[in-house]
């Protein structure tokens, strides 16, 4: 009897374990069969852009630059002439672009996301830091007994 692999919900090895990195020798999950091998390409980049919006989804930014690269690769061997055929299976290719460009808007959505709110923790840090720095200063002059000029003499 197979024993059935059971799938963890998204996020339940707290988010922080590295997931296994996908090779073009992997099956693409939920893509049918490519006919040709733009569709077969077309596939793949529109597998690998949804990989890269489930990381992203779960703060994984490594892995989401890890299957990036491999749809950059992907992208470099499509071949441009098929796409400009009027075939089906050309067709079928044109229409996974057409959605892995939409699910990379998404990813790069959480992207600016992350990156402005890493903008502004860097911001707050650096106040932090001034303040404590100004801190500082007039702690040592008071220690000194220096006037920090509030005084009238």
């Known amino acids: 009897m197979k024993r059935r692999r059971q ?12 997931q296994r990195m996908v090779t073009d020798e992997q099956p693409l999950g939920g893509v049918g069969v490519a006919e040709d091998a733009t569709e077969r390409c077309c596939a793949r980049v529109l597998e690998l852009t949804r990989q890269m919006l489930e990381r992203a989804e779960q703060y994984d930014w490594d892995g989401v630059m890890e299957r990036d690269a491999l749809r950059v690769e992907q ?8 796409l400009d055929s009027e075939g089906m299976g050309s067709q079928r290719a044109a229409a996974r672009l057409r959605q892995a460009l939409e ?4 990813v790069r959505e959480l992207m600016e996301q992350e990156r ?38």
């Not at 992208?75 to 441009?80: G, S, V």
């Not at 699910?103 to 998404?106: A, D």
């Not at 860097?122 to 100004?134: C, F």
């Open 7 to 18: 799938r963890r919900p998204k996020g339940a090895d707290g988010g922080g374990a590295r």
């Open 75 to 82: 992208l470099r061997r499509l071949p441009e002439a098929d």
């Open 103 to 106: 699910v990379g808007r998404q």
């Open 116 to 153: 402005d709110r890493l903008g502004q923790a860097s911001r707050m840090d650096q106040r932090r830091r001034e303040a404590g720095a100004a801190y500082h200063q007039v702690s040592k002059a008071v220690d000194r007994g220096e006037d920090s000029g509030g005084s009238a003499r």
